[in-house]
């Protein structure tokens, strides 16, 4: 078992900081992660603050992992030395049931084994990368795109699958029109995959503050929901909203915006039930749905698809003792568009 650097929350109510655990020793299908860098979701503020549900303390944070690997077991044929390898939102599952053998390994009818807040098969909480290394089996480790920075392309193990899989499983591609609500980390990896996909994509954001980065990064079109005129121009227009807020908007006001059989899907995760109006779905026969990030197979289709069509995250990147000040920012929607830790600072605390 190695000795491992790392910030945690203790408590819900605590700041994140240094904290030392360690790791499982690696098994024989297991790969040992030297972790280079870590993006800051939503989803880590969420948890480490205890926004969905009673979490498991102290919690180290982190699903969008990117390093190098440092070591294999006996048993791996996938990875070797010096390979660049990324970990997301889960790492393991039961590898058993429909889902898990189908690819969906994110719908595991038993739960997967999520990176962190959750017990691994031995009932150890699990940690996550805001940390020097990570043990995982190689079922649940990708591969790094080559040609893109290992920095930029770690949020893509979260924020990138999350928009990949909802706009393949939609159909999104020429002809069809997608919204994006919400130009956040998520957000600004929809509007390039989107646009990568060929589809026509608007970009629905507080304010006008980010209109020339959506154009930047892809968007066709750019519209202020502060502004009401942009629900009456917009009413009916929508093949597939992808919606990653996770405030209290007015969820029925959007789905209006999908045209007739046209699909909302919840990608933000909010902390209280969605109020929805009926009238908003069966005038229209519009559907709400939902979706999580993607299967491992998946996940590496989308990873070789970036890498190709050269769509990596915008980052700004971080040491990690400014982590607390980013959750902050990320809360003000004052991110473009991904906080991504450089754990070598790790070193520095
Ligand atoms: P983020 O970077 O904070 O982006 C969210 C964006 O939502 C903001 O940048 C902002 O965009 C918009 N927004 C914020 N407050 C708003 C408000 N009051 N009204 C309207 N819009 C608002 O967060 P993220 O990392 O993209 O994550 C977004 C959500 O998705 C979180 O709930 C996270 O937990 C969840 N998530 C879900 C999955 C999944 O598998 N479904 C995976 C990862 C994350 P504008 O400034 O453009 O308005
Ligand atoms: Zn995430
Ligand atoms: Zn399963």
Redesign the pocket.
Known sequence: MSKTKSYAAASPSSPLAPFTFRRRAPREHDVSIEIKYCGI???DI?QTRNGWFQGIFPMVPGHEIAGVVAGVGAKVTKFKQGDKVGVGCFVDSCRACAQCSGGNEQYCDLVPIFTYNARDKDGEPTMGGYSERIVVDEHYVLRMPDSLPLDAAAPLL??GI?LYSPLKHWGAGPGKRVAV???????HMGVKLGHAMGAEVT?L??SLK?QADGKRLGADGFFA?SDEATFTKLKGYFDLILN??????DWSKYLELAKVDGTMVL????EKPVPVGAFPLIAGRRSLA????GGIAETQEMLDFCGRHNAPADIETIPIQMVNEAYER?LQ?D?R?RFVIDMASLNAS
Do not use: N
């Not at 990608?267 to 909010?270: A, N, S, Y």
């Open positions: 979701c939503h989803t969420h979260c924020a999350t609500i919400g130009l956040g980390g998520l957000g970009v954001s507080q980010k929901t990653t807020v996770s405030s209290d908007i990608l933000g995760v909010p939902g979706s999580m990030i990320i929607s991110v568009y």
